[in-house]
């Protein structure tokens, strides 16, 4: 309601405003490269490189990949491990993929060559900290639509500085064309703890750190709701509690505030964090341990 | 320490005991209406030395026995000699005649308190008459805007009645109106302040080199005192403008004993308005009322009781109000719905003001005061719908209320003493009760129940002492030297604050000086604001266990001239570094209010500014004015924002140009303009969109290419240059029951088109084009004609 009104008093500020069309100097050709990878031990290695657009570009769609880039994957004492090759997706993007997996527990660091600039990150891949019990309330539901809660427990190992993400997986399909179609999609998990119910989102999934239980069992309660649309014939849902690095932790929860922000004219612009020597995106590990509900 | 304070006492005793001296005190006031005249002075020509009249109008100055000559001045006043010889101690009440009721061309000041021999420097103070006589926005005269022109003060954003202070933040100024501090200063959403200058005596503000007196703020002090009332007849004045009427009505309740003034204040833009809505709202077959409006209301009672004791009573009341109610009846074949929607949104502060002054005697002063202020938001919506049928009624009801504020209680006690012509010490102490409401959201419906959500009210306690003294230790060499001491308590946690000032001046010639100072301030509260444009959500809140109290140290040197007696002239150059320093977070806004706000703001931030400011002012003749500029540099820096690296603040501006003039042709003629230039504010923009990494799978319906957006730093980008011209023309005439005016005032006189904000759109050539992106400016304020009325009896 306070929006609502305050919107209303801007717009009608605005309504009555003067307007000009207003250049800046803003460089139209040295696009960033950007580059993207969020590794884990259970796939091989992935890299995205592309080119970021300059924010006057009024194309919409896929950014312009980099497809004559020299992806290598180092470990931590700098040798390389592997040189990626690149080919298109099936998203029509391109990537670049190896044939080896990051192991728990390791550095990496990957180094991208695009013409006569090097950029250059490294992350850790984490060792997975297992849910030890997960226990589903379904007397939890709510009048309005189904919802269930559930409580996550994990032990948090006290000796570093971790990060999570707690995502609910859902398997769908839909029909196409007489074929079937099958897909993962999140569901929107949302905290019972109202001190946990913070800006810390990566779109549906919920990320955590582990300063307010450093070193101790941490039971995580969500509330789901369209748990599931179908009581009769329910899909496969899997809760997955991933270990993620502080980069990731940062990168994902200044993107999701900056997804949040877009559109209002009176919030501090967020800047998104990035690890990418000269350039941008991000390169983090992340392990998971997965829990299948019967 | 006894040993300390007993040995200044001796060393003041030989001071004073070296001849046979009296003290002449008394008080200067304005001869037609009996008002206090602060800051007047009062010199001893033989020995060149002298003294000026405290807030009070109280004066007190000791000399040897002797023939001696006194002259009293005062800025606006035909200067008083008065030749006597001093055998004891005397008190003198001397009434200072206005120029205005002696020349045939006004004008508005005389010599007095020159700049060059006070210890004072990043003072200005602005006679009122003065800043009545510049343009005013839509005809209404604003202290705060005036202010604005000065070197070192920046306005914020357009039409803003915001002041950002060497760098400084909005919270860091010390509004005080009569020494009670305002918390929200602003009406109409910061385009006005809530300053009426008809109920204003004097305005000062001080920038730097703060003496000990003042504390709780890092940047400013706006000290503006409102007037006491007339002792001898009954007058009055008023306008009516453009989107306000005000009155000010002032008078003996028991001549020369006791004297009031009342002033108030109202927009009529919702009164106009209303026949519009209302055959809007009979169009669409509601009933429907809307509006705005602000208004405030002063009042101040003045009672002598006896030459040595005074009372006043001051009260400030203001609120602005915008709502909305919509009522709606609709029947459909046996079903009817009735509807009733309200909406409103209010600020406003209330301040009251009780003090006794004293004269102990001829060389000892005190003010005690107790005083209350009260700053309060709240914003409610409520919905009613009611459905009847043949055979049931249903009912459904919603309602919200937001509130948040600030309360004070305070009690201080303040003692000037003047035991020789070259000491004039001040000493006090004050407390203050706080109580701060940070934001409670309040929701109740017929479905859900009550919901409370926000922080629950802080209760604080500050207190502070202080001694100064203005210290003339040779005829060169004069100093200002004391120290502030306050403490905060809260949540069971204490800081305590030690702050040493200083600021002297050495006079290189009769009429040149070289001045320096420095002074170390602490600030126990802060303001959470992100937009600066004085938006009445903008929360108060206290130190806490988490935020430390802000603190600054500024550093300031300068010369300072008096030429021809006409002209004034001043340069300074300052640097300030402050410290625990808050601001939102990335991403924070002001429509966000759940969650507790300590969750919200980036902690122990660090600023600095550096600046060079030039002052050229002419306070005397037909043509009076001032031109003034600023080159200076204000950098915050925060570990949690900007990925920890230094960026610029964004009302820092390279350049800041401001001349105003006012040219009184003859008795019923005057014109006045200013013009100001300012570096464009600084803002962040974005760069680029590049391709997002994503970890979430999802449904193949939603699945979009994931896009981030690179802003580079903070506030690395500049928006076009802040540019006016405001013109203004009066003309009076004498009426049989007194005077009456006409203003025909022009701001934004060539039409420049000032950023207010800039927003990245689409823009199209035709209705067919696909459009292309472009960073659009939005500007407020066009040029806009007013004309004012106004009258005086």
Known sequence: MTRKAFVLITLTAIGTACTTIVDFDIPLDKPWVVVNSLFSPDSVWQVHVSYSRNILDSRFGSFDPVRDAEVNILDQNDHVIETLSGSPDRFFQYTYKGKTKPTSGEFYSVQVKVKDKLLKAASLSPIAVPITSLDVDSSAFKSQGEAVEMSITFKDPGETKNFYEVKVLRDGFYVYNQDTIRYVENLFVEPVDPAMNNDNSNGASKLLKDNLFNGKNYVFRIKLRSYRIYPENPPRVRVVLQSVTEEYFRYFVAQSLQNNTSGDPFAQPVQIFTNIENGLGIFAGYSSSVVELK | ?793
Do not use: C
């Open chain 2, 1 to 793: 320490m006894r040993k300390i304070i007993g040995l200044l006492f001796l060393i003041i005793l030989a001071f004073s005991s070296q001849a046979q001296k009296f003290t002449i005190s008394g008080y200067i006031k304005d001869a037609e209406t009996g008002e206090s005249l602060i800051g007047a002075t009062l010199l001893h020509l033989k020995t060149s030395s002298g003294s000026s009249a405290n807030t009070h109008g109280f004066y007190s100055l000791t000399l040897p026995k002797d023939s001696i000559s006194l002259i009293y001045s005062y800025v606006g006043y035909q200067p008083t000699t008065m030749q006597f010889f001093l055998k004891r101690d005397t008190v003198i009440i001397i009434n200072l005649q206005s120029s205005t009721v002696l020349n045939e061309v006004v004008v508005r000041g005389t010599k007095a308190d020159p700049i060059h021999e006070s210890t004072k420097m990043s003072t200005l103070s602005v006679p009122i008459e003065q800043i009545k006589a510049l343009p005013a926005f839509m005809g209404e005269t604003d202290i705060l805007k005036v202010l604005q022109l000065m070197p070192g003060v920046q306005s914020g954003n357009e039409g803003s009645t915001g002041l950002y202070v060497r760098g400084g933040g909005p919270d860091q100024n010390l509004m005080l109106l009569d020494g009670v501090p305002i918390y929200n200063a602003s009406h109409l959403f910061g385009f006005f302040s809530v300053f009426n200058a008809d109920a204003i005596n004097h305005v000062e503000l001080i920038k730097g080199g703060f003496p000990a007196r003042y504390g709780g703020r890092l940047s400013s002090v706006i000290d503006i005192n409102m007037k006491e009332g007339n002792m001898k007849k009954v007058k009055g004045e008023g306008s009516i403008g453009s989107i306000s009427a005000k009155v000010t009505v002032e008078g003996p309740i028991n001549k020369d004993k006791t004297s009031f003034i009342v002033s108030a204040r109202r927009t009529y833009i919702d009164v106009l308005a209303q026949p519009i809505i209302r055959a809007q709202a009979k169009r669409e077959g509601s009933q429907t009322t809307a509006g705005y409006y602000f208004y405030d209301l002063n009042l101040k009672l003045n009672h002598i009781l006896n030459p040595r004791n005074r009372l006043y009573f001051s009260t400030y009341l203001g609120n602005d109000k915008a709502y909305a109610k919509s009522k709606y009846t609709d029947t459909y074949d046996t079903i009817s719905t009735k509807t009733d929607d309200q909406f409103s949104l209010r600020w406003g502060n209330v301040i009251t003001a009780a003090r006794w002054n004293h004269v102990f005697g001829p060389k000892l002063f005190s003010n005690v005061t107790t005083t209350y202020s009260r700053y309060l938001f709240d914003i409610s919506q409520k919905f009613q719908e009611t459905q009847n049928t043949p055979s049931i009624s249903e009912e459904y009801f919603s309602g919200i209320l937001y509130h948040s504020g600030i309360r004070d209680w305070a009690a201080k006690v303040d003692f000037d003493y003047l035991p020789s012509p070259n000491h004039f010490i001040r000493f006090g102490a004050n407390n203050i009760w706080h109580r701060f409401s940070p934001g409670v959201l309040a929701f109740r419906s017929s479905d859900e129940g009550d919901t409370t959500l926000g922080a629950n009210p802080t209760s604080a306690y500050e207190a502070a002492v202080y001694a100064e003294d203005d210290w003339k230790i040779s005829q060169r060499l004069k100093l200002n030297a004391g120290v502030h001491a306050s403490a905060f308590a809260v949540e069971n946690e204490w800081y305590y604050s030690i702050q040493p000032r200083i600021s002297s001046r050495f006079l290189l010639s009769d009429d040149f000086s070289f001045k320096a100072s420095y002074s170390s301030m602490t600030q126990f509260i802060h303001l959470l604001t992100n937009v600066g444009i004085g938006l009445p959500t903008d929360l108060w809140v206290p130190s806490t266990a988490r935020i430390r109290p802000q603190q600054a140290k500024q550093v300031a040197i300068g010369f300072a001239k008096t030429y021809k007696s006409q002209f004034e002239f001043s340069l300074e150059g300052y640097y300030k570094k402050m410290y625990n320093l808050i601001e939102y977070k990335d991403g924070a806004s002001y429509l966000n209010i759940e969650g507790d706000w300590q969750d919200k703001v980036a902690t122990n931030g660090e600023g600095e500014s550096l600046g060079m400011e030039v002052l050229i002012q002419k306070k005397t003749g037909a043509v009076t004015g001032w031109l003034g500029y600023t080159l200076s540099k204000a950098v915050r820096q925060f570990d949690e924002l900007n990925f920890g690296k230094e960026y610029a603040y964004k009302y820092d501006r390279r350049h800041d140009i401001s001349l105003a003039m006012t040219h009184e042709w003859n008795k019923r003629m005057d014109f006045s303009m200013a013009w100001v230039y300012g570096t464009g504010n600084a803002i962040t923009l974005p760069i680029a969109t590049y391709e997002s990494a994503s970890s979430n799978y999802n449904s193949p319906f939603s699945y979009g290419n994931s896009e981030a957006t690179y802003y580079g730093d903070r506030n690395s980008f500049r928006m076009r240059s802040y540019h006016r011209l405001d013109l203004s023309f009066s003309w009076w005439k004498d009426k049989k029951w007194g005077q009456r005016k006409w203003a025909l005032a022009v701001y934004n006189a060539y039409n420049r088109l000032n950023p207010f904000f800039i927003n990245l759109e689409y823009r199209h050539d035709n209705p067919f084009s696909p459009g292309s992106k472009k960073f659009v400016q939005y500007s407020l304020f066009p040029v806009i004609p007013s004309i004012t009325y106004s009258f005086k009896f």
